[in-house]
């Protein structure tokens, strides 16, 4: 009997066995908890991103060792599109296939639009929008041959709402829910989806920046920055976390889910409800 008990949670619980994903900048923050929520699902990864070598290959070998899964890392540039072509035909011949993409890698900078560098505007559209337009582009004539497949981008409640000051991440994210709906359309009578998270505050190296030039721009503490970051957007006044996030993914990846096709998923502490 509790053999049987454990057979069955194991099945549930490796709900990903035998799959494949690609999780773009999943060197850190939110990535890294897609990834390996992922992983724990029972799917092999590529993770991808930028870092210090032992600290990603020390990542890697983690899941490896903790989950049982195969994981490999490929250092793909997300900003140059013929990088990402090559980055899903390594994992295309590394696991044989490649069932489920999520364009995740993201950068930010914060400025008003006057000041903003155009170089900046170019390499935010470039890593946040054009980047899923290529990745998406390069996987889906195998998922179609498949008949499967899962594309999960990582929009933001910046794909939904604004806020002062930055107008690439703002513009993009919007971007990206309209690329999601495009893709969902397309695919809508396959056993492929595509769908968008929005998160809202996310305590990742990206928002720790925002909260540091916070603390020192305002003369207060690290903490006393995070609590207005968040009591001036997130009404429930606590971060969301990579896992939360990570969790969604893998749910966004069950048959469960094959009906949510093209929706924006906030994950915001009620952001996005005001
Ligand atoms: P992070 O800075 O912790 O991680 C970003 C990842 O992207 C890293 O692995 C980094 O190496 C990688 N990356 C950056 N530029 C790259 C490039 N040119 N090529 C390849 N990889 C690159 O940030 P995060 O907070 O985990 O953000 C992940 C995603 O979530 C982003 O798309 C971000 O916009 C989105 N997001 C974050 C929050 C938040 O509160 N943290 C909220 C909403 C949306």
């Not at 990535?31 to 990864?45: D, F, K, Q, T, Y």
């Not at 890698?105 to 639009?113: D, H, K, M």
């Not at 899962?150 to 703002?170: P, Q």
Request: charged share 20%.
């Amino acid at each position: 009997m509790s053999i049987r008990i454990k057979e069955l949670t194991e099945s549930f619980t490796k709900m990903l066995k035998g799959k494949t994903a690609i999780v773009t900048g999943s060197t850190s923050g939110i990535g890294l908890g897609i990834a390996r929520a992922l992983a724990e699902a029972g799917c092999n990864v590529m993770l991808n991103g930028f870092g210090e070598p032992e600290a990603i290959e020390s990542e890697r070998a983690q899941i490896e060792n903790q989950f049982g899964v195969q994981a490999i890392f490929d250092p793909a540039d997300l900003a140059k599109p013929a990088a990402i072509v090559q980055m899903i035909e390594t994992a295309t011949s590394e696991f044989g296939k490649v069932d489920i993409v999520v364009n995740n890698a993201g950068v930010q900078y914060t400025a008003p639009i006057e000041n903003f560098p155009a170089e900046r505007w170019d390499a935010i559209i470039a890593i946040n929008l054009s980047a899923n337009f290529h990745a998406i582009r390069a996987v889906l004539p195998q998922m179609r041959s498949r008949n499967w497949g899962r594309i999960i981008n990582i929009a933001s409640t910046h794909g939904l709402v604004a806020s002062v000051e930055k107008a690439a991440y703002v513009a993009a994210k919007h971007g990206v829910l309209g690329l999601t709906k495009v893709v969902a359309l397309e695919t809508a009578t396959t056993d492929i989806t595509c769908n968008a998270i929005c998160p809202g505050w996310v305590l990742t190296p990206l928002v720790e920046r925002q909260v540091k030039e916070r603390a020192s721009r305002e003369k207060i503490s690290i903490d006393q920055a995070k609590q207005e970051l968040l009591s001036e957007k997130q009404p429930s006044h606590e971060f969301a976390t990579p896992q939360q996030i990570g969790s969604l993914a893998v749910f966004l990846c069950s048959e469960a889910a094959s009906q949510i096709r093209g929706a924006a998923l906030p994950v915001d502490g009620a952001w996005t409800a005001q």
